[in-house]
């Protein structure tokens, strides 16, 4: 079974503070996502990266940054906190050939204060 | 700009009655399409893909290019299928799935 996992799945934090959200996929996935997922806005493409040290912008970069150091580990960053981030955080992967399927982690609830 | 349109934010049904959930994406090129759901307190899956035509839990969904549709639908609806559902289609040229806002499928018993 391929497994996301997302290393917080609860966080609360204040304004202004640097957030990290950790997934860490264990199937040797090229290809790695970060989504928030809001009430009525469905998910939101925020970073996505196909290679180690490689990234892309999705459709909300604004706010975050993403590291890809290693195949199996892909952080999203938030520098500088603030409310309207507070969202949930889906961390997906999937391979580049074959079947575009993406498998999900379990989500992270961030609270910012 | 690649875009997907789920137009029901809620859809209530009864139990053993006839679902479809709509959805219609923009047109640039041929998107590969994928349903995904979340049922309550899972994770987001796979529930089905174009490219397979299957049926997965009793549910099909059919391309229509002409209206780039692709409406996810169920003959007879059980309380089991209550959850969110998602529309994802996959833009070659911008290599990335994106997701509709979503339709909450409650089935009333």
């Known amino acids: 079974d391929v497994k996301v996992t997302q290393s917080s799945r609860y966080l609360v934090k204040r304004t202004g503070e640097k957030v990290f959200l950790e997934c860490v996929q264990d199937?040797?996935?090229?290809?790695m996502f970060w989504y928030r997922q809001d009430p009525g806005l469905g998910l939101r493409l925020i970073y996505f990266?196909?290679?180690?040290?490689?990234?892309e912008k999705g459709d909300i970069p604004e706010g975050y940054s993403v590291s890809r150091e290693k195949k199996e580990r892909f952080s999203l960053i938030l520098e500088s906190a603030s409310t309207n981030q507070t969202s949930m955080y889906l961390c997906?992967?999937?391979?580049?050939?074959?079947?575009?399927?993406?498998?999900f982690g379990a989500g992270s609830r961030l609270t910012v204060l | 700009a690649q875009r997907v349109t789920q137009p029901e934010k809620l859809l209530s049904v009864f139990k053993g009655a006839p679902v479809e959930l709509k959805c219609n994406y923009s047109?640039?090129?041929?998107?590969?399409l994928f349903w995904y759901v979340q049922y309550s307190r899972q994770r987001l899956q796979l529930l089905l893909r174009?490219?397979s035509r299957e049926s997965i839990k009793g549910f099909t969904a059919d391309l229509n290019k002409g209206e780039t549709s692709f409406h996810l639908k169920k003959p007879f609806a059980q309380e089991e299928d209550s959850a969110m559902y998602y529309c994802?289609?996959?833009?070659?040229?911008?290599?990335?799935?994106?997701f509709g806002s979503g339709t909450r499928l409650s089935i009333r018993p």
């Open positions: 997906a992967s999937s391979r580049t050939a074959g079947a575009n399927v993406l498998t």
């Open positions: 199937m040797d996935h090229e290809n």
């Open positions: 990266s196909y290679d180690v040290k490689m990234k």
């Open positions: 047109y640039s090129g041929s998107p590969e």
């Open positions: 174009h490219i």
């Open positions: 994802a289609p996959l833009y070659s040229s911008a290599s990335k799935i994106i």
